[in-house]
Every structure is written in C-alpha cells, then in structure tokens.
C-alpha cells in the first residue's frame, strides 16, 4: 500500500511558479511509476506529466502538450516525494491538481492505469 499527500497549491498570477511536492509512504515507492493529473471544474481528470520508477535517456518523463516547455516532474526515492514544478503559468492551469502512482512499467496517461491517489490540491492562477 501507497498513501500520497500532495502540498504546495496556492494562488498565483499569469507567468508565476509553484512546486507542487507530493509525499509518499511505504517502502515501494521507488517501484513505482508516478505520475501528475489535474481536473478543472467541470471537466474531466486530465494527464499532465509522468516519469518512470527510473529516469535516463532511455526512461525520460513524459508531460501532456500544453505544459511542456512549462512543467518539470522529478523524484526523489530518497525522500519519498516526486515533484512537479509548474513555471510561466497561466489561467488555463487552474485545477485541483492530484498526484498517482501506478506499478506499471510505462508511462500511462489513463487514470485508470494508476493504483494510487492523493487527496489533491488547488492550484489558481488569476490572469
């Protein structure tokens, strides 16, 4: 068992930065695939950004169109805690945002393909 716990949501303006940090129990977490989704209200969950149990060339994260460029996912297994750094922002990223783990061994963006979930937190970005 996961239990994740998502931080660092606020409200920001047009071309600011947060990191989101998401914190996890358990001893496999370092096994896991994690990945980041958010959901606007009235819209459906939506995949944001992915990364591997592992990263290199050939295992590089993976991020929905609309934030590459703007977003970077990273972990750390030491600590437990895979972040999204969210730069250049804009009102269209306005969301809950919630982290997953997954224990398969590629990038998913399906929801249903993650195992895990955070409780989700808010992200608003004022224009």
């Known amino acids: 068992q996961v239990q994740l716990v998502e931080s660092g949501g606020g409200l920001v303006q047009t071309g600011e930065s947060l990191r989101l940090s998401c914190a996890a129990s358990?001893?496999?977490?370092?096994?896991?695939?994690m990945g980041w989704f958010r959901q606007a209200p009235g819209k459906e969950r939506e995949f944001v950004a992915g990364?591997?149990?592992?990263?290199?060339?050939?295992?590089?994260?993976y991020y929905t169109e609309s934030v590459k460029g703007r977003f970077t996912i990273s972990r750390d297994n030491a600590k437990n805690t895979v972040y999204l750094q969210m730069n250049s922002l804009k009102p269209e990223d306005t969301a809950v945002y919630y982290c997953?783990?997954?224990?398969?061994?590629?990038?998913?963006?399906?929801?249903?393909?993650?195992?895990?979930w955070g409780q989700g937190t808010q992200v608003t970005v004022s224009s």
């Open positions: 997953a783990g997954s224990t398969r061994l590629v990038i998913s963006r399906a929801a249903t393909s993650y195992d895990y």
């Open positions: 358990g001893r496999t977490f370092s096994s896991y695939s």
């Open positions: 990364i591997l149990w592992r990263t290199s060339s050939e295992y590089a994260p």
